[in-house]
Each structure stands twice: as structure tokens, then as C-alpha cells.
């Protein structure tokens, strides 16, 4: 089954512990994305990635790294959390680098940061 | 300003009904528009692309006004499976070069029985 696999789904932290929340997809799509979602804001990027090794930063990349090692996986890393990055995050992904396609979202990974 | 703007909603409407939905979008370089669909703390699901024809998917019509800058989704003989937030997506060309999708906040739609 065609999917996008983000791991831990819910995670409870305090400020400061770094985490890493996995993401994964098995259609070999070149394009990867990291999202979080918040309350009157909408969907707003963080990270992107075009292919291996190659990232960038999206609209509020603030706080986040990433790395694209492999294809099949994108992982976000807090290195040092804050409360502000209480947030639903979701990983998503496209085949190729045009500018139409349907993204495929991963089910969401639900962060609180106390 | 929001680049994609949407009425958040909540529509409250009864079985059957008919029940349209509008979006503006705010940069004209905008290229590619999407309607996505989310349901209660789910991932949002591509639900249809919009194209400057208009396009029709069994009881959903989306349709594109380039000069006015909006789209438009018309559900009718709405279901109860039909509540979820409806998401506003336009993609256009990023300042780094690369294309970035822009998702408006959501439209909330309940369907009541």
C-alpha cells in the first residue's frame, strides 16, 4: 500500500530534549515536506527536500532541522524543543519536481512541548 | 492579509442540501489550485484539482476565476460523510525558484441529518 509514515504519532516532551520524529514514504517520490498545522493558521511549511541531500528551508524553518539521507525518508529534528513548537506536524510527499501533483500526507504526528 | 483566504465556517446544513464554498487567493502568479479535504485531526486528502474549465467529480464542482482571483467548490445532495474541513491550496512559484503550495486555513462543513 502507497504511503507516507511519520512516527511517534503523539509525543509529550519538556523544553529542551531533543526528538526526532520519523517520516517515510514508499512510492520512490523525489519530493518531501514537512508541515505544521495550528489553529487559524493552516498548513505552513517548514522544511522541503527536492531530492537526496538536497533541503530547504520553507516558511517557518525556525527551531527545525532535517536531512535527507535516503529517498524514502525525511525526518524532522528538534534539537532543542520550545513551547511554541506545540503543534501538529505533518510529513508529506509528491512524485517529481513539477508544479502540479497531489501531495500525500502522512497521519499527522501530534507534539506538545511542556 | 492571508495569501488564500477562506470563511472558516462552520456551514451547518441539512441532508440534501446544496452547499458552495469560495476561496481568493491573493499572489496572480499562482498556477496550480487544489481543493483537499481533512478530516477531524487526519491528514488532509487531495478531494480535486480545479482547472480553468471547471471539473466536475460525481456531486463536486470546482470552478477557477482567474481575473477574480478565486475558486469555488459546489458540493451538492450533501451526505453526512460530506462534514470534514475543506482546504484551499494554490501552488505557485517560491523566491528561491521552486513551486510551494499555500493552504488556505479551511472551510468547516457539518452535515446535519
Known amino acids: 500500500e502507497a504511503q507516507v509514515t511519520q512516527n511517534p504519532r503523539y509525543l509529550i516532551t519538556v523544553t529542551g530534549k531533543k526528538l526526532t520524529v520519523t517520516c517515510s514514504q514508499n512510492?520512490?517520490?523525489?519530493?518531501m515536506s514537512w508541515y505544521r498545522q495550528d489553529p487559524g493558521l493552516g498548513l505552513r511549511q517548514i522544511y522541503y527536500?527536492?531530492?537526496?541531500?538536497?533541503?530547504d528551508k520553507g516558511d517557518v524553518p525556525e527551531g527545525y532541522k532535517v536531512s535527507r539521507k535516503e529517498k524514502r525518508n525525511f525526518p524532522l529534528i528538534l534539537e532543542s524543543p520550545s513551547p511554541n513548537q506545540t503543534s501538529l506536524y505533518f510529513c508529506a510527499s509528491r512524485r517529481g519536481l513539477q508544479n502540479t501533483g497531489e501531495l500525500f500526507f502522512g497521519e499527522g504526528s501530534r507534539l506538545t512541548v511542556l | 492579509r492571508k495569501e488564500v483566504e477562506q470563511d472558516p465556517g462552520p456551514f451547518n446544513v441539512p441532508e440534501g442540501a446544496t452547499v458552495a464554498f469560495n476561496c481568493t487567493y491573493s499572489?496572480?502568479?499562482?498556477?496550480?489550485f487544489f481543493w483537499y479535504r481533512q478530516d477531524c485531526r487526519k491528514e488532509p486528502k487531495l478531494l480535486m484539482s480545479v482547472y480553468s474549465s471547471g471539473n466536475e467529480d460525481g456531486r463536486f464542482t470546482a470552478q477557477l476565476n482567474r481575473a477574480s482571483q478565486y475558486i469555488s467548490l459546489l458540493i451538492r445532495d450533501s451526505k453526512l460523510s460530506d462534514s470534514a474541513t475543506y482546504l484551499c491550496?494554490?501552488?505557485?512559484?517560491?523566491?528561491?525558484?521552486?513551486?510551494?503550495?499555500?493552504f488556505g486555513t479551511g472551510t468547516r462543513l457539518k452535515v446535519l441529518a
Open positions: 527536500s527536492m531530492n537526496v541531500e538536497v533541503t
Open positions: 499572489n496572480s502568479a499562482s498556477q496550480s
Open positions: 512510492m520512490n517520490h523525489e519530493y
Open positions: 491550496v494554490v501552488n505557485r512559484r517560491g523566491s528561491s525558484g521552486t513551486y510551494k503550495y499555500i
